[in-house]
């Protein structure tokens, strides 16, 4: 069984952002290494609550985490600019 992942961008997205970029082949549980999935908490309590990952200033986090927040959340807001899309795609349409 092969295992695949949808990719849901919206149609006007940057420059250079391509589907095939965001597949993966296997199960991302077996495809990540466990520090993505840190990085992945992080970013949800980051953009839930806020603050640092970790204690001091911005200069003081670990660079590798700060990537994998800045990379998560440029797709957070791609996926939110796909559903936006696909509302405003559903609401044109005529209702019988």
């Known amino acids: 069984m092969r295992f695949r992942t949808p990719v849901k961008i919206p149609k006007s997205r940057p ?3 391509h589907p095939v970029d965001r ?3 296997r199960c991302p549980v077996r495809e990540c290494e ?8 992080q970013w949800g ?3 839930t ?7 001091g200033s911005i200069s003081e986090q670990p660079a590798r985490i700060l990537d994998a927040i800045r990379i998560l959340a ?3 807001a791609l996926m939110a600019a796909y559903y936006s899309e696909r509302a405003a ?3 044109r349409r005529p209702h019988a």
Do not use: N
Not at 49 to 55: A, T
């Open 15 to 17: 420059e250079g952002c």
């Open 23 to 25: 597949r993966m082949s």
């Open 34 to 41: 466990p520090w993505i999935w840190s990085a992945i908490h």
């Open 45 to 47: 309590a980051w953009s």
């Open 49 to 55: 609550f806020g603050g640092l990952p970790f204690p």
């Open 74 to 76: 440029s797709e957070s």
């Open 89 to 91: 795609s559903h609401a």
